[in-house]
Every structure is written in C-alpha cells, then in structure tokens.
C-alpha cells in the first residue's frame, strides 16, 4: 500500500528548512542519507534475499518502463541533496547490472550541497561484475564501494549465492576496486546460525590481512521471503566475544551521527571490524537513512510497509520545489522505530507486511 500525501508547494517553505543539518523527522532525525536502488534485477538468489524458489527463471522483473530514469534519479538526489542529504549510496538488486551506470554516477558526482560540498558517492555490489567496471566506476566519480562476501569457503559461497559464481571472482573484483582507488573496500557479512557462524573469526582473519574493512551484518527480517526466525540470529555482542577471545578489540567512537556500525579497532593496530545490530541492538533512535525503491517508491525505513509515489508525482508535471516539498512532508512526520519495536510486537511481526530487501536495497 502506498502513502498518499500531498505535493508541498513553494508556500510552505518546508522544502528550505535546516539543509545544513538536515531536515527533522517527528523525532528529531535528520535527513542526511539517501539509497538509491536503481534496479530490482539481480544475477545472484542468495538465501536470505532472492531466493529462488521466490525469484526463479519465471520470475517478473519490472520493465524498463517502470524504474526511474536517470533524469528522474538525479531530480530526486539532487532534491534531497538540497534539504541536506550529503550521502548518497546506489542499490539494487545489483547495481552494476544497469546499464550506463557510469553515466548515472558521474551526474550525481557533480550535485553539491548548500554549503558546496560533493555529496559522498557509494554503491553495494556483490562484486560479480567489479572487475571490469571498477576503474570507470571511480573514473566517473564513485567515492567507495562495499561488497558482500558471506562466505570464504568455495562450495558454501555458491550455495548461498545459489547460481555457482565463484569465489575467486568476486576477490578479483575487490583487488581492482582497490587498485581504482575506491578503497579500502568495506564488505560486508551477513551471519546466520548453523549456516557462516562458524566463519566469523576466518573471515575477520581474512579480511584484516588484506586491509579491507570487515561489518558483519545480523540476520535480518526484511521482507518475508527469508523465511527468518530470531534463533537464526548471531548477536553482534557473540561475533565480537568470538573475535575479541583470539585477537583483542577495543571500541572506536562513531565519525558520523546515525553510523549504522558500532566499530571496533584491533588492539595490535592491524585493522578495524564494525558490527551492524539492527535486530538485538536497534539504532532507530539515531537512523538518518531514507530509501527509494528502483520504481520510485520513498520508504524512510528498512522495515516499512508502504511508500510514497515519487515516480506519479515525477511524471505528473511537479516542478523542483514541489519535489522538494513532498520529500520534506514525507519525512518531517516520519515516526518509524521498527527494530525497537520488534520484541514488544511479538507474533504480530511476523505477520507485518514488509517490502522485500531486493527490492529497496540494504
């Protein structure tokens, strides 16, 4: 189900309000993080997102039609860039799968914020195709990439990506990430009991000795095609005990207001790890992040059930400052807190309709 609001015309002035910190929500958060999925295909059926059972061969994926064009991207950026978004990170599905991405990222290179920053560039990628876009990518304006690595043992990484792509690919695509100067990577590892637990000290190993940034990411109930229960979560406080017990850690204050991991340096200086706890820790109190969904549904949480329609608004005439405004109405009575209210919901969420994680992003 879609929200419906109202375009907020240049009368209101709400679209002006605080860009240098950020627009409020009804609970003080600001807006300063916007993700972007610029598509709902993906090449990989990884378990705990597109299964494929879910997503099999017949499954139908939007036409070109439907996903917002790069025009219609870049005025929505743009948008919340000027009510003081100074983050944008590009999702899918796969990112790299949408062709003349590299247009699309050096258009939103050269957005500036009120106070003429260049907003900081990112993308997630499970890395299939990094080795041979990542030079261009950073030619064009990228700042950082992040990919997803769940697994350092051959046969368990292609069962839970579930299309047999190898391992060693996806290195490849980090080397050269690192080589463009998109570095250091950050990868991220999504833990599931009985499944990669017993990963987490090899893969924190692994990654410390080739200097890329390691968060691992708890189990999460997005959507409903995951089939998730809570006895499939690792607490974050277990992964770092396990790490913690072989090599020691000490705690790294945050850099930035609303970072979604608590970070954690190597006590011998050889590196950090960050942990993202949205399921036995939940950050909702301090969460600055809106999403917007390859066919241009704004949702301000991971967990939402509904959106609002920028696409119908886009492709209804509406000029800038009504863009603006209906973003800046959107978000100023925003109220989610999802993960703090999880436990209180019991078995009602369970049974809470959410939005598939392919389809807004992570």
């Not at 999504?190 to 499944?195: D, I, T, Y």
Request: proline share 4%.
């Amino acid at each position: 189900m879609l929200m419906k609001l109202r375009p907020v015309s240049r009368a209101t002035g709400r679209a002006q309000r605080l860009p240098s910190v950020g627009l409020p929500d009804a609970r003080g958060r600001a807006l300063r993080d916007l993700r972007i999925s610029i598509t709902d295909r993906c090449n990989f059926r990884c378990v705990y997102c597109m299964p494929k059972e879910l997503f099999g061969s017949d499954h139908q994926f939007m036409e070109r039609d439907e996903l917002l064009s790069f025009d219609e991207i870049v005025r929505v950026a743009g948008s919340a860039v000027d009510l003081g978004v100074d983050k944008l990170r590009l999702t899918g599905g796969e990112p790299l799968l949408r062709r003349g991405i590299e247009e699309l990222i050096s258009r939103l290179a050269a957005l500036r914020t009120p106070d003429g920053r260049k907003p900081d560039l990112a993308l997630t990628t499970n890395g299939s195709a990094l080795r041979v876009k990542a030079a261009a990518l950073r030619e064009a304006g990228l700042d950082r990439v992040t990919v997803s690595v769940d697994s350092l043992d051959e046969t368990r990484f292609q069962a839970i990506n579930d299309v047999r792509f190898p391992l060693a690919r996806v290195f490849d695509g980090i080397a050269a990430a690192n080589a463009a100067g998109l570095g250091p990577v950050k990868v991220n590892a999504v833990v599931k009991r009985g499944v990669n637990d017993d990963e987490i000290v090899p893969l924190a190993e692994h990654f410390r000795a080739e200097g890329q940034i390691l968060r691992f990411i708890e189990y999460m109930d997005v959507g409903a095609s995951n089939g998730w229960v809570l006895d499939d979560v690792v607490p974050s406080a277990e992964i770092i005990e396990r790490i913690d017990a072989v090599h020691p850690l000490v705690p790294i204050a945050e850099t930035r207001a609303g970072e979604t991991a608590k970070r954690w340096r190597y006590l011998d200086g050889s590196g950090e790890i960050g942990v993202i706890s949205s399921v036995t820790g939940a950050f909702c109190g301090t969460c600055t992040r809106a999403r917007v969904s390859a066919d241009g549904k704004l949702y301000t949480c991971l967990f939402a059930s509904r959106g609002f329609d920028l696409r119908e608004l886009l492709r209804s005439g509406a000029d800038d400052d009504q863009l603006r405004g209906a973003l800046a109405d959107v978000w100023s009575v925003r109220d989610d807190r999802y993960s703090e209210q999880r436990a209180q919901l019991g078995d009602a969420a369970a049974d809470r309709e959410r939005i598939e994680m392919s389809y807004i992003g992570g």
